[in-house]
């Protein structure tokens, strides 16, 4: 695993599995608490392969050692999307802890921070169930 060093505070750490550029996949490794303190040091540290990583495609978060975040830590995951998206990488918060599910929920950021196909794949009940209702209420 690489370390990202630097001015980052105790209590957030971020790891990347070596080789892990591979096919165009990035994953990295969250643990700790992403607040006001480490939003920088996050943002800084998991943007740095957007830069630097040729040919990235899908950055994934492990979130299961996230152990929380504030209202900034929200707006850092935030502004990472903007940014892998503005990259055209698509970004995945993996292994999300029903405490972080329940947060993005309840904000209305939890589609959003989800790349559209597991948004397609959990939405394609109701959708086809839709269309099945408008196909039979149609007139030939």
Request: a negative charge; aromatic letters at 2%; proline letters at 3%.
């Given at each position: 695993m690489t370390r990202f060093t630097g001015s980052r505070p105790e209590y957030l750490h971020l790891n990347s599995a070596p080789h892990a550029s591979t096919d165009g996949v990035?994953?990295?490794q969250v643990t700790g608490y992403l607040d006001y303190d480490s939003a920088d040091y996050f943002l800084?540290?998991?943007?740095q392969p957007l830069e630097t990583t040729p040919g990235l495609r899908h950055l994934h978060l492990d979130c299961a050692g996230l152990t929380g975040l504030d209202s900034m830590g929200l707006a850092m995951l935030l502004m990472l999307h903007r940014r892998t998206a503005a990259?055209?990488?698509?970004l995945h918060l993996d292994n999300r802890t029903p405490?972080?599910?329940r947060l993005l929920d309840i904000t209305?950021?939890?589609?959003?921070?989800?790349?559209?196909?597991?948004?397609?794949?959990a939405e394609l009940p109701s959708d086809l169930e839709?269309?099945?209702?408008?196909?039979s209420q149609s007139t030939p």
């Open positions: 990035l994953h990295m800084a540290a998991t943007t990259a055209e990488i698509i405490a972080l599910d209305g950021t939890l589609t959003y921070l989800i790349p559209e196909t597991e948004t397609a794949a839709a269309a099945s209702v408008d196909a």
